[in-house]
């Protein structure tokens, strides 16, 4: 693919980011407070997109073909158990990540 | 001054743990599919987004328009405009340093500027700055290593992608652990997984937005009804 396009589509990533976390500052910098709808979004909204982000990450597995996303169930499965009895981030993600690399090798192969 | 800083660096020391080691994973994602380091350092400066950025590999490797990336950007960082909004009053006295705040508003950071309550007024506007800038450091840090670790050693780094799956899994579980309700989580997993039902995995994203928007609106009139009951 081009390098050209390459250079644009991280300029436009960086510029959507950009714009959007500058966009409160420009709205509401100075004065005025947002909406109650608006706030409501504020808290409640993040909570939903987390979740949507966990689905996003999913979105290429084949559950209905071998091995149907095992991998990825097993390896949530110990990132979420990790995560409950030790509550620390760090060994969550990597403890998670780990047995995904070894279960991909694993089991790829079928 | 000096206390100021030691109590920043104290407190993103467990975000630097993070941050380095998902960026050393992004590093060497990035590195896998063709992009070297300089693409890494110029991402994870002015991108400077850790979900986006592994986004940003998929729609580098499948060289997407830039129409399309400029809406899956949108959909996956929109929560960042709910985070600005209610820093508005925190970050109001903050002089020249406002824009990069803004600009370094992640999820970490937005974390821990929510929680400093006993730091005196004086002190803020150099904390916010410092906790910003670190974490930022702690981030360009890893994605560069990770890049460079990935060209240096020819090691079979299939996998790694699934740090960030990994990351919004615990993102998800403190999120559920604090929070009072759980219907905005949970609307966020349904509609998203049946949005990729119906839609399919390159178009979901956008649907799945207006969907928990309206979603959510109506899970506010229910509540306020239930209220004034």
Redesign the interface.
């Known amino acids: 693919?081009?390098e050209v396009?390459?250079v644009?589509?991280?300029a436009?990533?960086?510029l959507?980011?950009?714009a959007?976390?500058?966009?409160?500052?420009f709205l509401?910098?100075r004065k005025g407070e947002?909406s109650p709808?608006?706030?409501?979004?504020?808290d409640?909204?993040?909570?939903?997109?987390?979740?949507?982000?966990?689905?996003?990450?999913?979105?290429?597995v084949s559950f209905l073909e071998c091995p149907y996303g095992l991998p990825?169930i097993v390896?949530?499965a110990l990132?979420?158990g990790l995560?409950?009895w030790k509550r620390n981030?760090?060994l969550?993600?990597?403890g998670?990540?780990a047995l995904?690399?070894v279960?991909?090798?694993q089991f790829g192969a079928f | 001054m000096k206390r100021i800083g030691l109590l920043a660096l104290k407190k993103t020391i467990?975000v630097m743990?993070?941050y380095v080691?998902?960026g050393i994973?992004f590093g060497m994602l990035l590195e896998k599919n063709g992009?070297g380091v300089w693409?890494a350092l110029?991402?994870s400066v002015?991108?400077?987004?850790g979900?986006?950025q592994y986004?940003?590999v998929g729609?580098?490797a499948s060289?997407?328009s830039?129409l399309s990336?400029?809406f899956t950007?949108?959909?996956?960082?929109?929560?960042?405009?709910?985070?600005?909004?209610?820093?508005?009053g925190r970050y109001r006295e903050t002089g020249k340093a406002?824009?990069y705040l803004?600009?370094a508003?992640t999820d970490e950071t937005y974390s821990l500027v929510c929680t400093d309550d006993e730091l005196q007024e004086a002190d803020r506007k150099r904390y916010y700055l410092l906790l910003s800038a670190l974490n930022q450091s702690y981030w360009v840090c890893g994605c560069v290593t990770g890049s460079l670790l990935s060209s240096a050693f020819a090691f079979d780094s299939?996998?790694?992608e699934?740090?960030?799956?990994?990351?919004?899994?615990?993102?998800?579980?403190?999120?559920w652990m604090g929070?009072k309700e759980h219907?905005?989580?949970?609307?966020?997993?349904g509609?998203?997984?049946l949005c990729?039902l119906l839609f399919g995995?390159e178009y979901?994203?956008i649907p799945?937005?207006l969907l928990?928007?309206a979603?959510?609106?109506l899970?506010?009139k229910r509540k306020q009804r239930g209220e004034a009951r």
Request: proline content about 4%; some cysteine; glycine content about 10%.
């Open positions: 693919m081009g396009h390459a644009l589509l991280v436009v990533i960086a959507v980011t950009a959007i976390r500058f966009l409160p500052l509401f910098g947002p709808f608006i706030s409501y979004l504020g409640t909204l993040p909570y939903a997109i987390i979740g949507m982000l966990v689905v996003y990450c999913l979105k290429d990825e390896s949530i990132v979420a995560h409950l981030t760090l969550s993600i990597l998670g990540t995904y690399m279960l991909i090798r | 467990p743990g993070t080691t998902l994973g992009f693409w110029a991402m002015f991108i400077y987004a979900a986006m986004v940003a729609l580098l060289s997407v830039l990336a400029a950007t949108f959909t996956v960082n929109v929560r960042h405009f709910f985070y600005g909004i209610s820093m508005i406002k824009p803004f600009f508003l299939a996998g790694i699934f740090s960030m799956t990994a990351l919004f899994v615990t993102v998800f579980l403190e999120q929070g219907g905005p989580a949970l609307m966020g997993i509609i998203s997984a990729l995995g979901f994203l799945t937005m928990t928007a979603g959510l609106a899970y506010r």
